[in-house]
């Protein structure tokens, strides 16, 4: 799975080197290193929204506050998804 993390003018202002530190931290907690990759993007055109972050073809805004929240309700729910699928 992938996690893009917008890095453009806006999102850099609203803090998304927090966001990202936030979410690898999470990414590590859980020990998936090995099934998320965590990327910076310039610009995901979603500027009035930052911090933008693209997963599973969908553009969230997230704020370092609310990291915990995303990662549980988007980033594990997929995770279990996927899971059992198998």
Same mark, same amino acid.
């Given at each position: 799975?992938?996690?893009?993390?917008?890095?453009?003018?806006?999102? +850099?202002? =609203? $803090?998304?080197?927090? *966001?990202?530190?936030?979410?690898?931290?999470? *990414?590590?907690?859980?020990?998936?290193?090995?099934?998320?990759?965590? =990327?910076?993007?310039?610009?995901?055109?979603?500027?009035?929204?930052?911090?933008? *972050?693209?997963?599973? $073809?969908?553009? +969230?805004?997230?704020?370092?506050?609310? *990291? $915990?929240?995303?990662?549980?309700? +988007?980033?594990?729910?997929?995770? =279990?998804?996927?899971?059992?699928? =198998?």
């Amino acid at each position: 799975m992938e996690i893009s993390i917008c890095v453009g003018s806006a999102c +850099h202002l =609203k $803090g998304s080197y927090d *966001v990202i530190r936030a979410m690898e931290k999470l *990414v590590k907690e859980k020990g998936m290193e090995d099934a998320i990759t965590i =990327k910076a993007a310039f610009c995901l055109g979603q500027c009035t929204k930052a911090v933008s *972050v693209q997963f599973d $073809g969908k553009i +969230h805004s997230v704020r370092k506050e609310t *990291v $915990g929240d995303f990662f549980e309700n +988007h980033v594990l729910a997929k995770a =279990k998804e996927m899971e059992a699928q =198998k």
